[in-house]
């Protein structure tokens, strides 16, 4: 439970601090407000995928303890987490040139696929563990109010 929080803390600050880089970056180089750049992306995807998804993680690790499939919860954490970083990265990345006008080419979209693919694999690893988990807690509850 402590890995989910610190990891939703960390994503609220990033989410946070990426919106202020977004709103002063775009300022600094004259950018027309409200003009289309990946960059203001990058604030709404940490704070959703990375803090408010987390969040939810932990609450469904309270209730059904997820983590006692600790081989299923580790590499969901460490996909998520490397999908939603790299994902936000290349958000950042991209914006950030498209801001200074230069031409982005496709790596960028390339290497953001990769992170959607990470995202993905977390996700499906994720609802693996919480399947087991839902079970091994039906079973449970079934052994216990038989008479």
Known sequence: MTKLLTAAFSYLILGLASGLFYREFTKANDFPEGGATQLGLAHTH????????????????????????PKLFGWFFWL?????????????????????????????????????????????????????????????TAVVTRP
Do not use: P, Q
């Not at 959703?48 to 006692?68: M, N, P």
């Not at 563990?129 to 091994?136: E, G, H, P, T």
């Open 46 to 69: 940490l704070l959703t995928l990375g803090f408010i998804v987390l969040l939810i993680a932990l609450v469904i690790e309270k209730v059904f303890g997820i983590s006692r499939s």
């Open 80 to 140: 998520y987490n490397a999908g939603v970083v790299l994902t936000s990265a290349m958000l950042i990345w991209h914006g950030s040139l498209t801001v200074l006008g230069l031409d982005a080419g496709g790596m960028i979209a390339g290497i953001a696929g990769i992170g959607h693919i990470l995202l993905t694999a977390g996700l499906i690893v994720f609802f693996v563990a919480l399947r087991r988990a839902v079970k091994r807690d039906l079973a449970t």
